[in-house]
């Protein structure tokens, strides 16, 4: 009869951690890893390495390359195109950190890294039926107007979250690719990981964004940035030879965003 009632208690104990087990949401999570391309007056290259889960995402710079320029030979339908890859002293890499609460970044102007938090923004895309393939993943079109430029993203339904590389988000799916009509950004993903768990966890180290500033700060601190910039290359030009940059110009500076 013991024996009897032992079994019976261990049978509801196994149901019910069964039951418990089986009401946890499994969460989809992995890693990806981005090339991202700016083309200005110069190419630009950086790869970025975006961990995520159901909750947040978090896009770091790889491979930071040193002080120096690299020239690499493309080719393209015209020909050999030459793109040059240039380096940075401080090697600390950029980050884009959103938990659906909160939106921080970590960008490099000048070798100084400027720490922002974001308010939240709502993406607002349309969505279109064409479709492509991206590595093994069907993805479809959506486009956006985001801080004057338009841009064209394909995104996975396949990866049902609602993360991208850099700024963008708030799609059906994860984004693999997206670029703006002016050829000016482009990012492609490279290499993807999925995997299905009870609890994906990213490693974020939250030291990264105390004391952050404000956008209306940051801009600011990018003006004097320049303005420092162009200050040391007058004083090695001589005297009456002071370099200014004309307010109204729209395209100096060569920012992704125009806020």
């Known amino acids: 009869m013991v024996f009897k009632k032992y079994m019976h208690n261990l049978v509801y104990l196994i149901l019910i951690i069964a039951l418990k087990a089986s009401a946890q949401k499994v969460s989809i999570c992995g890693e990806i890893l981005y090339k991202q391309e ?3 007056s110069m190419y630009y290259e950086r790869n970025f390495l975006m961990a995520f889960n159901n909750k947040s995402s978090y896009y770091e710079e790889t491979k930071v390359k040193a002080s120096g320029s690299t020239v690499k030979n493309e080719s393209s339908e015209d020909g050999l195109t030459k793109k040059i890859l240039i380096g940075r002293k401080n090697l600390t890499p950029s980050f884009y ?3 659906k609460n909160d939106f921080y970044f970590m960008e490099m102007w000048f ?8 308010e939240q923004y709502q993406l607002v895309w349309k969505l279109y039926t064409e479709t492509k393939k991206i590595g093994s993943f069907t993805c479809s079109k959506a486009t956006i107007k985001f801080r004057g430029r338009n ?10 979250v ?8 708030d799609l059906p799916g994860l984004i693999l690719e997206i670029y703006d009509t002016d050829n000016v950004f482009h990012i492609l993903a490279q290499k993807i990981k999925i995997t299905q768990a009870l609890n994906c966890h990213i490693d974020f180290d939250t030291s990264k964004i105390n ?14 940035l320049v303005n420092e910039d162009l200050a040391r290359i007058s004083s090695k030009m001589g005297r009456n030879k002071a370099i200014r940059i004309d307010e109204n110009c729209e395209d100096c500076g060569e920012r992704i965003e125009k806020f």
């Open 97 to 99: 950190y959103n938990n």
């Open 162 to 169: 609602p993360f991208g590389p850099w700024k963008f988000k």
């Open 111 to 118: 070798d100084v890294p400027l720490t922002v938090k974001e």
């Open 38 to 40: 700016t083309n200005f």
């Open 151 to 160: 841009y064209i993203a394909w995104f996975t339904n396949e990866i049902p």
């Open 211 to 224: 004391s952050p500033l404000t956008i209306p700060i940051y801009l600011k601190r990018i003006k004097e």
